[in-house]
């Protein structure tokens, strides 16, 4: 502690990184930033604009970039995005910004990327089932495994997605994204070894639309496969990552 | 009007067959029976034996024999399928019982099979899918048409069911049974190019259990079918019989 | 295989349409569409224009009629049914739309339409529910069965029905598309001895509203019909279309 | 009040029933009976046998003959059926069971049954709904309306209703009866000048099962009529009553 | 007929007047128009006019009057309005318009308006329940019983009901609207002799919002009352109306 | 910490109980017993005896007797209850039993009772009530509040409330119990100063049976109060007893 | 009551106000503003804004303030809350608005504030939460307790929780606001003696969205604690204002 | 292929045997057996027993055994135990029953049992959450992975978590088991850095009761986990069977 004491004192480090080093987290005016997330979760906090303004959002980036040297907000309009890479053009930070799936991933000068020894494939039934794809990829490359995006292999059409079957099959993990019935993730998953994470996604009308006979389907599925809520590109990407790191953990 | 009536009145003619052929329907004490629904609807009424004693259920096939000269009993337990087996006993009516499908065909000892240059083919996901598929079996067998039975092909192993396809490839019309997450029915109906009725089994447990999953899913199907309710084999029969009578009566 | 290859080598063939022969599918930068699919399932591929944008819906049906020679649009909005149609103003092709049901038909300038001895009737319940039924007349009309559309025939005043009940038995299948409590595709099916689907039509407020009762209602229907999901017009479109080509087939 | 004392005193007037005359209910170790709902309400308290021992229904029902000399039990099991019926053998009272229904009539010897100038008519779609179209009658008969029931007319067959349309329109209200999809009291409603209250009845398996698609239908009708709760024949009976009431009021 | 068609001849009567008194309804290219209801049902068709456009309205409310002499709108919004009060601004016909209740009636120059020895009381248990119960005195009012209307006697301070009761003990049939938990009609039933119609309204949000919880407690409803679906005050209207009807119909 | 391990070696602790001193929980092998929730949260852990068997719950309270010196044991059937009072009829300890609330309550030879100065009014609906209030007062009790139960008294006949009133407004905290529409708890809110509770009771059947139309409604209520769930009569004691504290700890 | 028209016609006292002392409520023409509650309830009655216009809630918040001296808005959107603070910007009125909590709370000149020895907590989970915290701290400000917010200790970091635990043990009552799964609520009610007020926020996407998954974690609860429905601040506001009523009550 | 049927030929191979070989899957009287899954998917095929016959599955594991020398019964009631046991008895075969968890394992003399490097820990939140962790726990020992139980460590005490953090954080893969409201996989998942499956048991009454609460809260977690349905034990057993195989495979 005295050493963080001291740093702050000499004006090496920050009010927030030093409350961040010695609590886990910062305080800000837009809510207490978990700093500490990585070292004991894994996975860094990402920022969800939904529900916040550009001007909230534009603060907790700064002060995760100021505690971790890097960010990645998800969920997020036009406005917050432009907010966003506005507040660090002129730094030397780097902005990522991924437009179909509303993703801003933001990193300082000197962050180190991490690599993993593993490899996760995203597979989409369909063309809007990217958004919630995107979101998945933009948090498998924050923990730097290698990451592959196979887009458009729903059923209605099998051979498209035997035409796929093998590259699927190197990955460590799979996350199938889909709508409608979802009938994708039940098939990948009675094809490969590897753990599959299927996520449902929103789209689909009438009697079990938005997403929730997706869900259904995933939970009754006679191949086993564990899943995320409707939509939640995030969480599937976190569970892809934490599963991606035990993989390399255990290669090194 | 005249004939049925000398005919009652010569005792040639019961009373209830003499009320059906003028009402359309023959008033009993378990209620009315649709003597006329085969000659308007295609199919004849069959009798659900749930919520009814054996007694009601035998007093009502035997209008029906005595009016159609024929009886479909549906749902029914182990007592009934006894009573109505020791009703027509020492009867010249021929019975047949299906005890997994809980359903009873009686035929009268003058009844006239029909029979249909059709073809309907009833696929099942699992063996517990059986009971439901049975019953469409039954009706579709009332009517006459060919009907072909494949089982327990499943997508867990896509190969089961691939080893199939040419089999149900063949079939004028395909009813396709699965509990679950019902991907089966999609699947089929992405390589076939007959009409496919998907039906939903209670099966599952959990979220979406009790069909409500297979249900959501066949109707949210990325692949164009139509849909009955959960486990109601007899409807998706009735419905692959009608069709099946349009193919042969174009045939003729 | 090799054939195909020579036609494209000498310009004859373009590289979708190669594609699509050689895999089945043609990969654009908006998915991959399914050429094969009429050959493999009866029904040409639809483009869903709902959650894509115009340029998407254009480039998509741009490969149909070059894959296939013929695209059909669905839920297409005002500037998606204007782009397709600037789209294809000054080529050979034959657009088609339908503002009420917001399909758009397209058809290549040497496409050959068939035509099939098979009739099919669309009734309505009321006339909020032509937005439906006429996506299910696009459908029927695009396999070139004959297709009778009887609307307003609602339950509320059954001498309306029963004015156009001899109409509806002509058909070889019936579409019956309604709201609310959706009990004319009911009456219906008790009255006629085709097939009937049932629509369920996302009118009605309050409880069972955006189409949950009439969908109910439909599966628990006491006479045997088959359903699709709430609103949709092209799968009760396209599994009529598949019966009819069935009843054509047997016809020839 | 005086005069309740003083009959009390005198032994003229049970404890129970002074207790009633005060206070408008007698206090009983099983509850508190409302005496004073027949007044009030026009409909006199039933009691729910449902949830509660024969002995309580027994020391319910005395209470009820000892303050208003009369009682009716609603779901009565066949042991709370004879312990009532064996409660009461000796006495003057005159027990009226319906076993089909479950309902128990008690009258005292000196009661003086009401008559009313005008007529209930009770219909039903099918012999499964009659449990809950007989709780109906019984709460009409009760108030002394005329009541015709007709069972049996469910829309499978439409010929069967039509036959009886002149008998249901003869009625002042219609109380109408019907499980699965429950299009019958919307028909009805769309043919008679009378108000109609519809009953759904928990029939039906799968979606929308155990009356649930019947309720949501009644709600949605295109027809315009009123509900109650899925198999509440007593509480569809007790508004008929009210409305008969009415009619009888401005009768006389 | 020979009589309408005469008049026809001679122009005495338009066509659309003509087939609505030969076939009971008159078909225009907005829909068929049902001129028999009130003849038939005891009430008026309505025009709802939600769903529809102006014009279409406009055409509708133009047939009902040709045929009926009068018309009622309901859930038209401020454009369907103006555009029902242009179009009969100088023809002879009275247009009353309720901009709360988004109702607009229009009757004919020589409309002889019904009166009924009847009263329905329309009762609310706030004041954003006024849009629903001004739906309901428009349909009472159309068939001429007195109505009267007392507003806002929810039960969080039960005196404001109390101090009404008298007055609504008066009707012979009483409508009572309410939102949110909706205990109002529950308790206004346990104290008035004439039968109650509940009418749940979409108010509250959260869990059970949109006026379900309201809509379930008065299907649950200790007190016997009868219930029409969320938000349908011109239902609940018209059952009252039937009612008091039959109410002065046995007074006359 | 040493004293209890002096104490536990000269045999004057059991294991159990220095278990509970040091770590707060006592393991067993039907569970770990969290000895120290009294202390921490106010209420001692009662034992759900629903899904254990009767020697399991034997078991826990005996571990419960051994570190609190008390037990308090709910949902116990008959075998549970008999099994606990068997155990304990040779120990100094009392064991009260309410078998309608099946509840059982043990206490140690040397327990030392609380007492509040606090009242607590738990008010019923109607009798099928009892078993879920009979918990809440079990629950009470135990902390030593004055408790009072004032039984049946639902809206339906309003007097029975009101006779009541007074008695209930001098509690300092109201848990209201009821089923069905479960209006009671709303009446009683707006009608006293002190909180209220409410408890929806699994009564009623169709629509919004099971307590869903009562735990809505309460959620939805116009008056304030707050809620447990469905037949949480434990809970809502728990909370009722935890408010007495309060108001008890600032009394003295 | 002499007294109450004596100031009337004196011109010391309003319509309004002399209506509020001899009914219990005012009437005007935005409905009947329940000047009585504060005395027979405790809390003053609010103005819920949502579904008013902002005439109205002016007109209603004047009553309240001639008639009680203060008036609370809730759900006041911008123009709503710029109407009320332009009303009373040129009279001795204080206007306090909290933006975030959409609440504006007015005092007239001479209004004397109570002031309670009692403390509530107001706990969130997260920043999103914050609206529904307002508006149950406005409440409880209203009464006159201290009120501590403490925001953004979510158990996604526990440690942000256990850093504030000895604050929150402090209070004589807690409301915890979270979403998503809302577990927080439960967390602090396992660790603290005082009665915990859970409120459900309905942020979160997909299944169990909307705040339904955190209603239902809420009642499920394995510690003891009451619920109010989703984004209900003002109902847990108001519950724990009547608690810490209580506990000043005794302690005075 | 020669090898196989030469093998057959020479009796050296089962029928059932080479039917697997040669085309993944063994045909029995029960079903079709998909003695290929392990090679493809992993995990072996289970035998669900709930909904077959002890003979059913009897067969079906003695094909088990014949072609992959291994089967794992699951949801299995005492009379299939039972027979399973008595099949192998006086065989070789090496049968392992739980009977809390109702699973069986068997396994062949020469059955060559897998070990990996990896391990898994399962944590339940109560008692009555065991009989889902069991099966989970059996199908990780089916691949071999070490496998810790950690028992009831729910979050209403929270120290009893705590004092297991440090275990808990040794595994590579971590199955959280837990019904009501399930807040302890999210409080764990916030804690630990590697993968979490949240397993939602069917404890719980009211509303939310059956699991689903707890199903929605794992999908709402505000920490990142992945989810199976309610009480699939197994599903997530094999979730972390295949995540184990993954951490051995990059670790040899």
New interface residues.
Partial sequence: MRETLEALAAGELSVAAAEARL???ATTS???F?A??ER????P?AILAE??TPT?VVDLTETAIETTDRALVTRADVATREAVESAFRSTGATVHIDDRAETVAVTGETFDQPSL??EVCVVT????DYPVAGEAVAVVETVGADCRLI??????????LF?QLDAIREA??VVAVAG????LP??I???????V?GV?V????????D??????????????????????G???G??AA??A???????S
């Fill in positions: 609590s886990g987290y837009s809510g207490r978990d500490d997330r004991r979760r894994g996975i906090e529900g916040k909230e020894a593993a039934g369909g063309t809007s887009e458009d292999v729903g059923v209605a059409n099998i051979d498209r035409d460590d993990v409608r019935e979802a009938a039940t098939v998953a009675g094809q490969v070894d590897s753990p994470i449902p929103s789209t689909g009308y009438g009697h079990g639309g997403g929730e006979a997706a869900l259904a389907g995933l939970l009754q599925s006679c191949t086993a496969l564990s899943v995320v809520n409707v939509d939640a995030f969480t599937a976190a569970q934490l599963i790191q035990g993989v390399d953990a255990a290669d």
